[in-house]
């Protein structure tokens, strides 16, 4: 294995950043990156303390044009088409997990958890509307993206109409 360099992050630290800036969520990104589950809120919280570690974070942020529409986004595919079983597998649960065993499940789709008497009611987010927010978002980019194109015809069909009148 290569040595590293002073101040150089380490790849699993990078793969932190990149999940970081996908999921928004530190102990998340500690947990996807490889770092244990008993302590992936704590090392999470000191990556992002890591003056080295928001330097990355913001130059992967501009390489990659990262902006509140892609977190936006990302959350709503996430919503959308991410795994609900975690929040069925609390309700469950006979007892109360304890703080190691909620860190480790993916609660993202969770809207609302109750208990009362042995009944457990588990709600999550409306899958369907996460699907129209995201069609809506991407329906207004391939608009943008028509736009620039549609300007540049028109432009150019001024300049010929110029051309021609001179």
């Known amino acids: 294995m290569p040595k590293r360099r002073q101040g150089e992050l380490s790849e699993r630290e990078k793969l932190f950043c990149r ?3 996908r999921l928004q969520n530190a102990r998340e990104a500690a947990a996807g990156a490889g770092y244990g589950l008993a302590d992936c809120r ?5 990556l992002m303390a890591r003056e080295d570690i928001r330097d ?6 501009k390489e990659e044009g ?8 990302d959350g709503l595919r996430r919503l959308a088409f991410g795994s609900a079983a ?10 109360a997990p304890d703080q190691k065993t909620l ?7 969770l809207s609302a ?3 009362n008497r042995g009944v457990s009611e588990v709600k999550l987010y409306d899958r369907v509307q996460a699907l129209e927010a995201l069609a809506a978002i991407l329906d207004r980019q391939e608009e943008e993206g028509i736009k620039p194109l549609y300007e540049a015809l ?3 069909a001024n300049a010929l109409r110029k051309e021609q009148e001179d």
């Not at 704590?42 to 000191?46: D, I, L």
């Not at 990355?56 to 942020?61: G, P, T, Y």
């Open 56 to 61: 990355f974070l913001e130059k992967l942020r």
């Open 154 to 156: 028109e432009q150019g």
């Open 113 to 115: 958890f109750k208990r």
């Open 103 to 109: 860190e480790g499940m993916d609660l993202f789709s």
């Open 66 to 73: 990262y902006s509140g529409r892609k977190i936006l986004e």
């Open 19 to 21: 999940r970081q800036l």
């Open 86 to 95: 975690d929040c069925v597998r609390l309700a469950f649960l006979e007892e």
């Open 42 to 46: 704590t090392r999470g919280e000191n």
